[in-house]
């Protein structure tokens, strides 16, 4: 009676706790919009999640949700409340959007001139901050170019990590900019962080970017390396700035705070090679054997903690199948390679195939039902679709691995030990073991691993195929 309790208890508690991620995760999915065509007209509202896409798209619209749209060229002029999320080669956000949320931006080209209410992420070759841009929270960009012109406004902080940043405008905390080429013209209402690093080095990529095809579409003017701030530029609090030039005196002037001057790291080089000391060749060789042993030591012990886990756990809950799978292995191996091979072969097939079958049998569904049951099969099918490829890439990539772990201690045990009875905790220590160390060794390892791989996966097959038989 108590063991009986005790194995519902067990499963009742799993259960509950694949039954409570199932629920989180289905309670995300709600219906959306896929509007035909390439344009929200003006005079439309969609109150829900959008997803538009095509040539050249256009929102003049208003959506309640989020928005999702991408093609060669993206022109946002309407609202949008919530998040909106515009890829594309060309991206435009005009004076007349306004965005009630948060703003992610990708592309190559990006011009914004609306009104955000949070935090805008962009990251393009280029992008300008238009005269009357409005970003309530914080901007964030990474790329080669960034001008942030007259009239603008970032309401928090702007960090970036460009080539060349050109700021104007007005930041209303702190500025971190971290580039070769950095021109200060605006206002900054508490401190600056500025980082040029050495100034001589920027010489060359500046000409290699001046000519290159590519970045001149978008970027017309390359500027010098270094540091320059003009007299209108206003920073209200610390100013620390990292640079090979010393510029404190003429940095001083547009600061109400202190100015600290930091130099970039020296390090010696001879063209592109960096040359380092007899001494530290000389550690670099010593130490380079520690180094190696103590990283694959810790990658074992890694790895024999996660199979010892993950074994125990399939004991726990499932140590009929479980066994029933190490037995298929033990009694053919052969064959339960040659299967795994083939199981693995086809999955690998059917991941390329299958997405492309999901998203076309979505389309007619679509097609067919006027939009009103994708959330069903783009929501729920997929997320059974996303949840049963990650049991099979568990499966294969882990799991056959303690299947194969298990099998091969429960050998050791029997052949070498000449132990009559099955240890099934024993046998799991053993075997896992032992895989540890014989994948921690170069070359050997690998194969192993291999082996492990598909005597495991081929073990899983067999176990199913003889149940139906």
């Given at each position: ?13 799993a ?19 896929f ?21 050249n798209?256009t929102?003049e619209?208003?959506?309640n ?51 955000v ?15 009357g ?9 990474g ?8 009239g603008?406004?970032?309401g ?19 500025l ?18 500025l ?9 060359g ?6 000519y ?11 500027i ?17 700035y ?8 003429k ?23 960096v040359?380092?000391?007899d ?16 990283t ?6 890694r790895n ?17 199948p ?5 037995d298929?292995a033990?009694?053919?191996p ?16 059917a ?19 006027l ?28 799991l056959?691995?303690i ?12 052949a ?10 024993l046998?799991l220590?053993v ?8 994948r ?7 194969i192993?691993?291999?082996a492990?791989?598909l005597?495991?996966t081929?073990?899983f ?5 003889a149940?139906?038989?």
């Amino acid at each position: 009676m108590y063991k009986k309790m005790n194995s519902k208890i067990k499963w009742l508690f799993a259960v509950s706790l694949v039954f409570t991620l199932v629920l989180s995760a289905v309670g995300t999915v709600s219906a959306a919009e896929f509007p035909k065509g390439e344009t929200i007209p003006a005079s439309e509202t969609i109150d829900d999640d959008v997803f538009i896409s095509g040539n050249n798209v256009t929102v003049e619209g208003t959506v309640n949700g989020i928005l999702f749209a991408s093609g060669q060229t993206v022109t946002l002029t309407g609202t949008v409340n919530g998040d909106a999320f515009l890829f594309g080669e060309t991206i435009i956000v005009s004076d007349s959007a306004i965005i009630d949320g948060n703003l992610i931006l990708g592309g190559a080209e990006i011009t914004m001139n609306g009104s955000v209410t949070g935090s805008v992420f962009g990251g393009s070759a280029a992008m300008v901050l238009a005269n009357g841009a409005d970003i309530g929270r914080n901007f964030y960009y990474g790329g080669f170019s960034l001008t942030t012109e007259d009239g603008t406004v970032v309401g928090k902080d702007l960090l970036s990590g460009t080539y060349q940043s050109i700021l104007s405008g007005t930041v209303e905390r702190d500025l971190k900019v971290g580039a070769g080429a950095i021109e200060l013209n605006g206002k900054v209402g508490r401190n600056a962080v500025l980082e040029v690093g050495v100034e001589a080095d920027q010489e060359g990529s500046m000409a290699w970017t001046q000519y290159n095809p590519y970045m001149s579409k978008y970027v017309p003017v390359v500027i010098e390396s270094g540091i320059r701030v003009s007299e209108d530029a206003q920073i209200n609090g610390k100013l620390t700035y990292t640079s090979s030039v010393d510029q404190t005196k003429k940095l001083e002037a547009i600061t109400s705070g202190t100015v600290i001057y930091q130099t970039p790291v020296p390090y010696e080089t001879e063209g592109n090679l960096v040359i380092h000391s007899d001494n530290e060749v000389r550690d670099f060789r010593r130490n380079f054997p520690n180094f190696v042993w103590r990283t694959s030591a810790m990658n074992a012990a890694r790895n024999l903690i996660k199979l010892m886990v993950l074994g125990a756990v399939a004991l726990w809950l499932l140590r009929k199948p479980f066994k029933k799978v190490v037995d298929a292995a033990y009694a053919e191996p052969l064959k339960a390679m040659g299967w795994g091979f083939i199981v693995i072969a086809v999955g690998s097939l059917a991941a390329f195939i299958l997405p492309l079958v999901f998203i076309m049998v979505g389309i007619i569904i679509g097609f067919a039902s006027l939009g009103s049951l994708l959330y069903v099969w783009f929501g729920i099918i997929g997320l059974a679709y996303a949840l049963a490829s990650a049991l099979f890439l568990f499966a294969v990539f882990t799991l056959s691995k303690i299947v194969a772990a298990y099998m091969f201690g429960k050998w050791i045990m029997k052949a070498v030990f000449k132990e009559t009875e099955e240890k099934v905790w024993l046998d799991l220590l053993v075997g896992v073991f032992l895989y540890v160390i014989i994948r921690a060794i170069p070359i050997v390892g690998w194969i192993a691993a291999l082996a492990a791989t598909l005597i495991g996966t081929g073990a899983f097959w067999l176990a199913v195929s003889a149940k139906k038989e």
